[in-house]
């Protein structure tokens, strides 16, 4: 196979409800669409997820425009392949970097996936044939205003919800929530923002008779002795995001034992490829994993939803429908949930969604075309 085309699109969504984190507050979302084309005509589409801001990691909406631009797309085009897990080898020597690798990755997988005839699910080794979405909710003004929050994502069906924590707004918001919800399940992610502080460790253990399924990432991302330490402390499963950036980093906290569940994600570990690694070194130590998400339009969902439908991705994926986040997606049809499952579209050929390239152009605050030499 070779990609004799490439075009990336800077599109921008509004988002339907503000999302805010321990770190920032959203209205709309810029991400990088991806358009590969084969030397057989075929189109693949992938999506550069990464946040406009460097606080979730390292990398921007322009880092990431600028290094697939300048470092990603020269390395991929006119290269002969056979098989997507041997792109990573092509842009081996691109340290980090790897929302924008993650975006180019998916779009070869589906590319490879359409030459072939199959699901992407099943190019990625899938076996499910539907995938439990949970919802991640953002801070709120009042735990109230949470709580009502809460109530819309399970009055429309899902079965798990996350919510973001961040120094001061933990403990109150968390036990209001688990007042109205005793049966749900609920869990909190913090994004890094705690620290070993014993008012930050006080406020942190008094979640841990809230009933949580995890609490995901407390601590910043490179303190995986903080989480070690905290973990031996606690009855509730530490989950961890941003730590866990490659397969080393994985192999390091399964030996410091600073892990009990994963939380994949695409975008953060490099692409589909990177992704699936992750998933076998996590159940071969019987970690269990679920599929995070950076907010994907739709074209990043629907590689989260054929991901998900690996067999150790026993947890509740944040693959939430479309409609949570945008009014309008960029494909065709919408990804969309029944009672908080989404099905994986195992008829398909690709990721059995068509991207509305019309309205891709309209949204795009820049594009750019590359072809081999
Ligand atoms: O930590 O999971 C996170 C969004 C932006 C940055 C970090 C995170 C998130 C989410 C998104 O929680 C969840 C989703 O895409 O549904
Ligand atoms: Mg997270």
Same mark, same amino acid.
């Not at 770190?23 to 990088?32: E, Q, V």
């Not at 992610?189 to 006080?202: I, K, S, V, W």
């Not at 397969?247 to 589909?272: F, P």
């Given at each position: 196979?070779?990609?004799?085309?490439?075009?990336?699109?800077?599109?921008?969504? #509004?988002?339907?409800?503000?999302?805010?984190?321990?770190?920032?507050?959203?209205?709309?979302?810029?991400?990088?669409?991806?358009?590969?084309?084969?030397?057989?005509?075929?189109?693949?589409?992938?999506?550069?997820?990464? #946040?406009?801001?460097?606080?979730?990691?390292? =990398?921007?909406?322009?880092?990431?425009?600028?290094?697939?631009? =300048?470092?990603?797309?020269?390395?991929?085009?006119?290269?002969? @392949?056979?098989? #997507?897990?041997?792109?990573?080898?092509? @842009?081996?020597?691109?340290?980090?970097? +790897?929302?924008?690798?993650?975006?180019?990755?998916?779009?070869?997988?589906?590319? @490879?996936?359409?030459?072939?005839?199959?699901?992407?699910? =099943?190019? *990625?080794?899938?076996?499910?044939? $539907?995938?439990?979405?949970?919802?991640?909710?953002?801070? =709120?003004?009042?735990?109230?205003?949470?709580?009502?929050?809460?109530?819309?994502?399970?009055?429309?069906?899902?079965?798990?919800?996350?919510?973001?924590?961040?120094?001061? @707004?933990?403990?109150?918001?968390?036990?209001?929530?688990?007042?109205?919800?005793? +049966?749900?399940?609920?869990?909190?992610?913090?994004?890094?923002?705690?620290?070993?502080?014993?008012?930050?460790?006080?406020? *942190?253990?008094?979640?841990?008779?809230?009933?949580?399924?995890?609490?995901?990432?407390?601590?910043?991302?490179?303190?995986?002795?903080?989480?070690?330490?905290?973990?031996?402390?606690?009855?509730?499963?530490?989950?961890?995001?941003?730590?866990?950036?490659?397969?080393?980093?994985?192999?390091?906290?399964?030996?410091?034992?600073?892990?009990?569940?994963?939380?994949?994600?695409?975008?953060?570990?490099?692409?589909?490829?990177?992704?699936?690694?992750?998933?076998?070194?996590?159940?071969?130590?019987?970690? #269990?994993?679920?599929?995070?998400?950076?907010? +994907?339009?739709?074209?990043?969902?629907?590689?989260?939803?054929?991901?998900?439908?690996?067999?150790?991705?026993?947890?509740?994926?944040?693959?939430?429908?479309?409609?949570?986040?945008?009014? $309008?997606?960029?494909?065709?049809?919408?990804?969309?949930?029944?009672?908080?499952?989404?099905?994986?579209?195992?008829?398909?050929?690709?990721?059995?969604?068509?991207?509305?390239?019309?309205?891709?152009?309209?949204?795009?605050?820049?594009?750019?075309?590359?072809?081999?030499?």
């Amino acid at each position: 196979m070779r990609i004799v085309a490439a075009e990336l699109f800077h599109a921008r969504l #509004p988002l339907v409800h503000e999302f805010e984190t321990s770190s920032h507050r959203k209205a709309h979302l810029d991400h990088i669409l991806v358009r590969l084309t084969s030397a057989s005509g075929a189109v693949g589409w992938g999506e550069i997820a990464s #946040p406009s801001d460097p606080y979730y990691c390292g =990398e921007t909406v322009d880092s990431c425009w600028h290094v697939a631009s =300048e470092y990603l797309l020269p390395a991929v085009l006119g290269a002969e @392949w056979s098989h #997507p897990r041997e792109l990573p080898a092509l @842009w081996s020597k691109v340290r980090g970097n +790897e929302f924008a690798k993650a975006g180019i990755d998916m779009a070869g997988w589906t590319l @490879w996936a359409i030459e072939s005839g199959i699901s992407l699910a =099943e190019a *990625l080794g899938g076996t499910r044939q $539907r995938v439990v979405a949970g919802v991640s909710l953002g801070i =709120e003004a009042t735990p109230a205003d949470l709580v009502a929050q809460v109530a819309r994502q399970v009055d429309a069906g899902y079965p798990r919800v996350k919510l973001k924590i961040a120094p001061g @707004w933990d403990v109150e918001p968390v036990r209001a929530v688990r007042a109205r919800f005793p +049966e749900l399940d609920l869990h909190v992610d913090a994004n890094g923002a705690y620290t070993e502080h014993p008012d930050h460790l006080a406020a *942190l253990r008094g979640l841990d008779d809230a009933g949580l399924s995890m609490i995901e990432q407390p601590f910043a991302p490179r303190n995986l002795l903080a989480h070690a330490r905290f973990r031996r402390t606690l009855t509730t499963p530490i989950c961890l995001d941003e730590s866990i950036v490659d397969l080393d980093d994985l192999r390091t906290a399964l030996a410091l034992e600073a892990i009990a569940i994963l939380n994949i994600k695409v975008s953060r570990m490099g692409g589909l490829t990177a992704a699936v690694a992750a998933h076998d070194l996590a159940r071969a130590h019987d970690v #269990p994993v679920w599929c995070g998400g950076m907010h +994907e339009f739709g074209v990043g969902r629907a590689a989260n939803v054929a991901l998900s439908s690996l067999p150790g991705f026993t947890l509740p994926s944040d693959v939430s429908a479309s409609d949570k986040y945008y009014s $309008r997606d960029v494909v065709i049809p919408p990804i969309s949930a029944d009672r908080g499952l989404v099905d994986v579209p195992w008829q398909a050929v690709g990721d059995g969604h068509r991207v509305d390239e019309a309205f891709v152009r309209e949204i795009s605050l820049r594009a750019l075309q590359r072809s081999a030499g």
